[in-house]
């Protein structure tokens, strides 16, 4: 097989995020978050529930580029406001959203760039940030690693982070998680004392000090860091061959 | 009882400062029809609440908002709305921005002839910064949780648009999501759907069961027949989105010469008809 690209040891590190999870939602967007997702479902998290994206759960999984061979097997009506009755608010849920900021506690910005009133640039706006980062487990996906992305002070909070979730209280933040922020150089999770952010693993080829130059604020690193860890045979093949033959992942993702 | 109606005689109706709700989300099943008429329309300073589409986008490209009321603004295949984009970085209108999930609740407030629902959702983010009206409510209970009151987001007019409706005002969702259509409803005073097709109330089952029916009569004070009122939004099974118009609706967000002309060939027409007309001729 050719070389592992980056995008492909992304979509390994994204599955890995909802390893453990059993049933609920897995709910991932953009395109490698799609792959990655699906991955864990085809693999090592079988329970995963995921949906067609419209209004249906779906039991097959239908890979993200080439032909459609086949029309999904439905088995669930999910119609928007299902989410938040049924799925959101009921904390049955992992979300991977991007972030186009990211500070140190995990408070993430896709809303937009400069002040609220008038903003430089409009982005995605909150969307479900605010409601899913309080009631089920969140991850991010950052494509484009740099100290742009990864900021002191994000301009404005959509997904809540481990200080101000902390600071709403034990009782309100209980379903609070940010579990893993996946990038294109390396993994992060919250698992340090005051839940600031910490560096995991090192993508091939990327060395920590890469990984702390782009960084806008001071990572925890613990000793020596290990390398995210290659996709298996298995792996590749459901990642090229089944469920992204034309290999979009690695246009979001560069090596 | 025969509650038709046009879009003429529903956006007469209206008054400069009204709050809208306008049903349908993102860029489907949307009551352009509607939107499109009040585009042509002398109304302004609206107060617009809606899972915004290219409705919001219109009504702020051609500055009829004062206040817009949502959680998103987008065209599903381009996640942005350009227009929306455009007016937002011009700061041109007050964007009371919430979670989606909080939309619904002010709703469903609303609906429901409630002061406010507790909730959850945005404690925490810039949410509650970017809205300093909204309040807090202390649970009575032995958890005592502060959460958030949405406050009931009572409309003056809500528009939506169906697939199939009667005379009488019952009207039928044939795609895969009826969306908020009902709360939008049940949250205003007046209430207008535009529909693909008229029918008699006795056809409804022959292409959706009784539970497409989503809409009843109490719910609606006038319908609109409105064939592609939903342009170029998608309305399954009857049309899907015009994909194609879509992106040339969004490429004139950057180039004002473009939307000129688009907006004197489809927007600066006479009526409804004359707009379906140019979009088959071109």
Known sequence: ?255 | MDKRTTEREVVAELKSGMTLGIGGWGSRRKPMSLVREILRSDLKDLTVVTYGGPDAGLLCKYGKVKKLIYGFVSLDSIPLEPHFRQARQAGSFRAAELDEGMLQWGLRAAAHRLPFLPVRAGLGSDVVTINPELRRVTSPYEDGEELIAMPALELDVALIHMNRADKLGNGQFLGPDPYFDDLFCHAAKRRFMSCEKIVASEDFQKEGSIHTVSINRLMVDGVIEAPGGAHFTECTPDYGRDETFQREYAATAKDPEAWQAFKQRYLDVESESDYQAAVKNR
């Open chain 1, 1 to 255: 097989m050719s070389e592992v690209t980056r995008a492909e040891i992304c979509a390994v590190a994204i599955a890995e995020a909802f390893r453990g999870d059993g049933e609920i939602l897995m709910s991932a967007f953009g395109t490698t978050p799609t792959v990655g997702g699906r991955l864990a479902k085809l693999t090592f998290a079988p329970d995963l529930f995921m949906t067609d994206g419209i209004a249906t759960g779906i039991e097959t999984v239908p890979p993200v580029s080439g032909p459609i061979k086949e029309e999904p097997v439905k088995s669930a009506w999910m119609p928007f406001r299902l989410f938040f009755d049924n799925v959101v608010w009921t904390t049955k849920r992992h979300v991977m959203m991007m972030a186009s900021q990211i500070d140190k506690f995990g408070n993430q910005n896709f809303a937009c760039i400069g002040p609220h009133e008038k903003p430089k640039a409009q982005l995605l706006g909150m969307r479900g940030a605010p409601g899913n980062t309080l009631y089920h487990a969140t991850s991010y996906f950052v494509p484009n690693h740099s100290a742009k992305v990864f900021v002191e002070k994000v301009d404005v909070v959509s997904g809540v982070g481990y200080d101000r979730a902390a600071a709403l209280g034990e009782h309100t933040s209980r379903f609070h998680e940010i579990r893993r922020v996946v990038s294109n150089l390396g993994v992060f999770d919250f698992e340090s004392p005051n839940h600031a952010m910490r560096l995991v693993s090192v993508h091939p080829g990327v060395s920590v000090d890469r990984v702390v130059e782009n960084t806008g604020f001071d990572l925890i690193i613990e000793g020596d860091t290990p390398e995210t860890r290659a996709p298996s045979d298995e792996e590749l093949h459901i990642i090229r061959d089944v469920l992204d033959p034309e290999g979009l992942i690695n246009k979001e993702v560069r090596d």
